[in-house]
């Protein structure tokens, strides 16, 4: 049994061990989040530079919050599903932030205080931007280098933490309670049922025997998603 019809995929690129979510191999899988990355540091924002595919969203952990903002501004319902759902928190940010600090040998700079991003993302992220492009420029002018030959992997080392940041914080917070379409979430052995941060309406969870890094590419995994987008898209609109 194959789905149909194509399937978007929500699923940041390159930034874990665990398998992606086109490791299910099914058939038109269409992954909605490429470069250019959106930097946009609200879940609305960020679904609306998502818009204009018509078919079901299949999204990965802290991705599930972009698809129910990205199905939520969409008229007609579409089928979820989320592959170990949960919010980012505040504490992801940091972590990253404090990632792409580390990664700049011989920064001594004062860091952006990261208590502050709750009340204001947006500048928040401006000052990230900033911190982090003066710190790379800082590291390799002491290897000797000149500003003709730093622009290009300053703008490119920023750019990625930045959007990875900006992802983390459009994924934060709550999510519309409004019904969105069916939703199905797949579970990890030991993953916490995250239901109550998810919208109301028709929700089916599944656990799957397998750790975190395997979950995606779990054969059980693929034959639920399987039954249930051919269940949900035989459904009349």
Not at 54 to 67: E, I, N
Not at 164 to 188: D, H, K, T, W
Not at 208 to 234: K, M, P, Q
Request: net charge negative; with cysteine; proline share 10%.
């Amino acid at each position: 049994m194959e789905v149909r019809s194509m399937v978007a995929v929500l699923d940041y690129p390159g930034r874990r061990p665990e398998a992606p979510v086109t490791a299910l191999g099914l058939d038109g899988m269409v992954p909605l989040l490429t470069d250019p990355l959106p930097v946009e540091v609200t879940g609305p924002a960020y679904a609306a530079r998502l818009d204009g595919f018509p078919g079901p969203v299949l999204a990965y952990c802290a991705a599930s919050a972009l698809a129910v903002h990205l199905a939520h501004r969409l008229e007609r319902p579409r089928a979820l599903v989320f592959f170990d759902p949960m919010p980012a928190t505040a504490a992801d940010v940091a972590r990253a932030y404090t990632i792409a600090r580390d990664q700049v040998p011989g920064s001594s700079e004062q860091a952006v205080p990261v208590g502050e991003l709750p009340d204001e993302p947006d500048l928040f992220l401006k000052a990230v931007h900033e911190d982090l492009t003066q710190r790379t420029e800082t590291a390799l002018r002491a290897q000797g280098l000149g500003d003709d030959a730093i622009a290009e992997p300053v703008a490119h080392f920023v750019r990625q933490h930045v959007a990875y940041l900006a992802y983390l914080l459009a994924a934060q917070g709550p999510l519309p309670r409004e019904p969105v379409g069916p939703m199905l979430q797949i579970l990890s052995r030991d993953h916490p049922d995250h239901r109550d941060w998810l919208p109301e309406g028709e929700l089916t969870t599944i656990r799957i025997d397998s750790d975190r890094a395997g979950l995606t590419a779990h054969e059980s995994a693929r034959n639920v998603v399987l039954s249930f987008l051919s269940a949900t898209t035989r459904r009349p609109h």
